[in-house]
């Protein structure tokens, strides 16, 4: 999958900007869901079952729904609203905003709730 960029707040924001490809983020979500691209293939061994038997390779959040509808329930309910609390994300007005920014912000607040989850520490200290 290449290099990845870093999982930290300024990634975070990234992301929300489009500073951040489609493909790079679909990638950082696959990776902390445990999809690997051995050689030719998609091993999902790491990957939680609920998801391996849906999506037996990696989906792609940017166009589809119902992967992004499934990857907003698995956020723990302390981190629904990440990016508000953490990083001050307001959202977008009206008009401003479609589809695709929809996925891509509720892709990066999963990603903060991985990185919230993995340091166990307040995001405050990333910024």
Wanted: one cysteine or more; charged letters at 30%; glycine letters at 4%.
């Amino acid at each position: 999958m290449g290099d990845l960029p870093e999982l930290c707040s300024e990634t975070i924001w990234a992301i929300l900007n489009n500073e951040i490809d489609d493909l790079s983020v679909n990638q950082m979500v696959w990776y902390y869901l445990g999809y690997r691209y051995l050689e030719d293939r998609w091993d999902n061994s790491l990957v939680e079952q609920s998801w391996r038997q849906e999506y037996p390779e990696p989906p792609d959040f940017i166009e589809n729904r119902p992967p992004t509808v499934k990857l907003t329930r698995s956020i723990a309910q302390e981190h629904k609203q990440a990016l508000k609390e953490k990083l001050g994300f307001t959202g977008w007005k009206i008009g401003q905003f479609n589809p695709r920014d929809t996925r891509r912000a509720t892709m990066a607040n999963w990603l903060l709730s991985q990185l919230l989850i993995r340091d166990r520490k307040p995001v405050e200290e990333d910024l």
